[in-house]
T-cell receptor
Framework: RKEVEQDPGPFNVPEGATVAFNCTYSNSASQSFFWYRQDCRKEPKLLMSVYSSGNEDGRFTAQLNRASQYISLLIRDSKLSDSATYLCVVNLNQGGKLIFGQGTELSVKP | EAGVTQFPSHSVIEKGQTVTLRCDPISGHDNLYWYRRVMGKEIKFLLHFVKESKQDESGMPNNRFLAERTGGTYSTLKVQPAELEDSGVYFC?????????????FGPGTRLTVL
């Protein structure tokens, strides 16, 4: 079983759509949780950290359910510029190695 | 402020040759990490430096890989001899020791192709 599993992609959605990504992690001792975004042939960039209380940044909402070991990312009102691969990432201890999911590709069409 | 830089951006070598990748972290960042992504797989951790010391090298695949960070500034990752399965994108990331978040900043990566 992979340490971090994500929805298989790709997701193809029209502009303005709402899209949700799901992720599960296997190690209950995981301490920190993130969503990274990776554009084609570019480096991963932090999109947002994920907190137990849930957090929102503009059109993006992230949630964490520790009991179910489940992380989600919701994107509202999708833009063409949201097209990228979204990576679910966990960290077992602060400052330590990041554990990545395989990523889910999103393509937003006009 | 300059971000994490990596050199070269691309490298094509033949099986059995040696390649050295370089990473310059963000100035002042004591934590430096190496990761790689091989075709069709997720990004995987290789190792973690704190200053010049190896904090965690549990992800290094075998003894053909040697990472150094002399002086605690830039780091090199040498692959000797390279094998076909070493092909992939090698990312470096850095993090400030004093930072109160876990944010790691990634470099653009080195795309390694072993023929």
């Amino acid at each position: 079983r992979k340490e971090v599993e994500q929805d298989p992609g790709p997701f193809n959605v029209p502009e303005g759509a709402t899209v949700a990504f799901n992720c599960t992690y296997s190690n209950s001792a995981s301490q920190s949780f993130f969503w990274y975004r990776q554009d084609c042939r570019k480096e991963p960039k932090l999109l947002m950290s994920v907190y137990s209380s849930g957090n929102e940044d503009g059109r993006f909402t992230a949630q964490l359910n520790r009991a179910s070991q489940y992380i989600s990312l919701l994107i509202r009102d999708s833009k063409l510029s949201d097209s990228a691969t979204y990576l679910c990432v966990v960290n077992l201890n602060q400052g330590g190695k990041l554990i990545f999911g395989q990523g889910t590709e999103l393509s937003v069409k006009p | 402020e300059a971000g994490v830089t990596q050199f070269p951006s691309h490298s094509v070598i033949e099986k059995g040759q040696t390649v050295t990748l370089r990473c310059d972290p963000i100035s002042g960042h004591d934590n430096l990490y190496w990761y790689r992504r091989v075709m069709g797989k997720e990004i995987k951790f290789l190792l973690h430096f704190v200053k010049e010391s190896k904090q965690d090298e549990s992800g290094m695949p075998n003894n053909r890989f040697l990472a150094e960070r002399t002086g605690g500034t830039y780091s090199t990752l040498k692959v000797q001899p390279a094998e076909l399965e070493d092909s992939g994108v090698y990312f470096c990331a850095s993090r400030d020791l004093g930072q109160d978040t876990d944010t790691q900043y990634f470099g653009p990566g080195t795309r390694l192709t072993v023929l």
